[in-house]
């Protein structure tokens, strides 16, 4: 019965996150234009071309020169929590501070400190029922 029940809240979960307007905004592919580090700007290039991708079905994957990490995501309110596949990786939290249909802005912090980042969509995702991207018709 425990198992099942914890079956409906994912199921209950990943379907109000493809329903939300939040996650509708979210969902698509974003290059990660720069991040402030420390106090330090670097941009797309010296960050090794770096892109973040959410899918309308709560996945994520994080993509930096040729290597991907992925995993699943959650929200509540501004938060968006990413949980890697990759054991023991830390959970990440990202404070939205923008996001609408050309941009997003996030801050990470941790105890190592904080990193602000500035992203511009380049798709709004994958149309599975066309089999390719929506922003290239």
């Avoid at 090794?48 to 995993?71: C, H, Q, R, T, W």
């Amino acid at each position: 019965m425990k198992k099942f029940f914890a079956i409906l809240c994912l199921i209950s979960m990943s379907i109000m996150a493809s329903t939300s307007p939040f996650a509708k905004k979210l969902v698509g592919v974003w290059k990660i234009q720069s991040m402030d580090i420390k106090g330090v700007k670097m941009m797309h290039e010296q960050l090794g071309l770096p892109y973040i991708e959410f899918n309308d079905e709560g996945g994520f994957m994080i993509k930096v020169s040729s290597s991907a990490e992925k995993g699943r995501y959650s929200f509540k309110g501004n938060t968006v929590t990413l949980r890697f596949v990759v054991p023991k990786k830390p959970l990440q939290k990202m404070i939205i501070s923008r996001l609408d249909d050309k941009e997003m802005d996030y801050t990470i912090s941790d105890s190592s400190g904080e990193v602000k980042a500035v992203c511009y969509r380049i798709t709004t995702g994958f149309d599975k029922d066309k089999g390719k991207d929506k922003d290239k018709d």
